[in-house]
Antibody, heavy 120, light 113 residues
Framework: EVQLVESGGGLVQPGGSLRLSCAASGFAFSDYGMNWVRQAPGKGLEWISYISSSSKTIYYADSVKGRLTISRDNAKNSLYLQMNSLRDEDTAVYYC?????????????WGQGSLVTVSS | QSVLTQPPSVSGAPGQRVTISCTGG?????????VHWYQQLPGAAPKLLIY???IRTSGVPDRFSGSRSGTSASLVISGLQAEDEADYYC?????????????FGGGTKLTVL
C-alpha cells in the first residue's frame, strides 16, 4: 500500500523558516517525480514545486521561487520542502504528492497534509 | 487566478446528472495535455478520480466519467449520490519558457440537494 506521510508543520512567525518532510513507502520512490501542493484555509489547490526522480529537474511556482526549496533523499525514501522568509500568505496545508503513472501525469497519491501557520 | 477555469459551484438532486467544466488556454489542456480530476471530501486530502482525460482510477464508480475536447474538459457525475458531495478539481500541465508546471482549476463545490 502506497503511503505518503508529511511532518514538520506548525506555527512560525513571519520571516521564519520551517522544513517539511514527506516519508514515502509502498512504491519505488526513487523512480518517480514528486510534488508539493498547498491549500490555504477555505481555498483551492495550489501547486508549488516538482522534483524529478534523480533531482536533476526542479520546478517552482512563481509565488514561492527563491523562498522555498524542494529536495529529496532517495536512500531515505523522503521528500523535503525547506521554507524560508515565510509570509502570512504561506499559511496552508501542505501536501506531498507522487506522479507514478507517467511523466507529467496526474498526482496519483497524496499524503494527509501538514498544516503550516505563519502568524505573529 | 487559476489557469484552468471551473464553475465555483454546481448542485443536483440525488439520482440526477451534473457536469463540471474545466476550460484552459493554449499552453495547457488546450495544447493537448491530459486533464485529470480530483475529488476532495470535507477535511480530507484530494484523491485522484480520473486521469488521462477519461480513465477512472481503480475503485471509482462508472457514474463518474471524463472527457476533453479542444480547450475544454468535463467531469460528468450520473446518478448523483449524497456521498458525492465534495470539491472537485481539474488539473493539467502547463509548459512555458520557465519549464513545466502542474496547474489546477479553482475547484467546484458539488452540493447534493
Amino acid at each position: 500500500e502506497v503511503q505518503l506521510v508529511e511532518s514538520g508543520g506548525g506555527l512560525v512567525q513571519p520571516g521564519g523558516s520551517l522544513r517539511l518532510s514527506c516519508a514515502a513507502s509502498g512504491f519505488a520512490f526513487s523512480d518517480y517525480g514528486m510534488n508539493w501542493v498547498r491549500q490555504a484555509p477555505g481555498k483551492g489547490l495550489e501547486w508549488i514545486s516538482y522534483i524529478s526522480s534523480s533531482s536533476k529537474t526542479i520546478y517552482y511556482a512563481d509565488s514561492v521561487k527563491g523562498r522555498l526549496t524542494i529536495s529529496r533523499d532517495n536512500a531515505k525514501n523522503s521528500l523535503y520542502l525547506q521554507m524560508n522568509s515565510l509570509r502570512d500568505e504561506d499559511t496552508a496545508v501542505y501536501y506531498c504528492a507522487s506522479q507514478t503513472l507517467y511523466s507529467f501525469g496526474p498526482l496519483d497519491y497524496w499524503g494527509q497534509g501538514s498544516l503550516v501557520t505563519v502568524s505573529s | 487566478q487559476s489557469v484552468l477555469t471551473q464553475p465555483p459551484s454546481v448542485s443536483g438532486a440525488p439520482g440526477q446528472r451534473v457536469t463540471i467544466s474545466c476550460t484552459g488556454g493554449s499552453s495547457n489542456n488546450g495544447a493537448g495535455y491530459d486533464v485529470h480530476w480530483y475529488q476532495q471530501l470535507p477535511g480530507a486530502a484530494p484523491k485522484l478520480l480520473i486521469y488521462g482525460n477519461n480513465i477512472r482510477t481503480s475503485g471509482v464508480p462508472d457514474r463518474f466519467s471524463g472527457s476533453r475536447s479542444g480547450t475544454s474538459a468535463s467531469l460528468v457525475i450520473s446518478g448523483l449520490q449524497a456521498e458525492d458531495e465534495a470539491d472537485y478539481y481539474c488539473q493539467s500541465s502547463d509548459f512555458s519558457l520557465s519549464g513545466s508546471e502542474v496547474v489546477f482549476g479553482g475547484g467546484t463545490k458539488l452540493t447534493v440537494l
